[in-house]
């Protein structure tokens, strides 16, 4: 079973950048679509970004579409999640998550498609 820590999680102002790491431990990551989730205080996990396993196809959500881009180099088992613009209603704890033996070209956006997650990184953007 791969492991995932995330980390780069930060205080940071409404329209600066941020990047994110998530680093898989136990299994090579190439088996894996990834994704990224967050959970903001009161509400509900919900979807932001995902990638297939070779990196060849992306999604967004419309709330983060334009602003971050999901990337991940497999010969490092890291997956990445670079923020731009950030407003603080992107203010969450951001986890990353694995799917195993994806349908090649795949992503995912959904949290039950997901295998494994990691234990979240907090993200706070001030006004």
């Given at each position: 079973q791969v492991q995932l820590v995330e980390s780069g999680g930060k205080l940071v102002q409404a329209g600066a950048s941020l990047r994110l790491s998530c680093v898989a431990a136990g299994r090579a990551l190439s088996n894996y679509a990834m994704g990224w989730f967050r959970q903001?205080?009161?509400?509900?996990?919900?979807?932001?970004?995902?990638?297939?396993?070779?990196?060849?196809?992306?999604?967004?959500?419309?709330?983060?579409?334009?602003?971050?881009?999901?990337?991940?180099?497999?010969?490092?088992?890291?997956?990445?999640?670079?923020?731009n613009s950030l407003k603080p209603e992107d203010t969450a704890?951001?986890?990353?998550?694995?799917?195993?033996?994806?349908?090649?070209?795949?992503?995912?956006?959904?949290?039950?498609?997901?295998?494994?997650?990691?234990?979240g990184t907090q993200v706070t953007v001030s006004s």
């Open positions: 903001a205080p009161g509400k509900e996990r919900e979807f932001a970004a995902a990638i297939s396993s070779f990196g060849g196809s992306t999604r967004y959500s419309d709330s983060v579409a334009g602003r971050f881009t999901i990337s991940r180099d497999n010969a490092k088992n890291t997956v990445s999640l670079q923020m704890v951001y986890y990353c998550a694995a799917r195993r033996f994806p349908s090649p070209g795949n992503t995912y956006s959904r949290e039950s498609e997901y295998n494994t997650w990691g234990q």
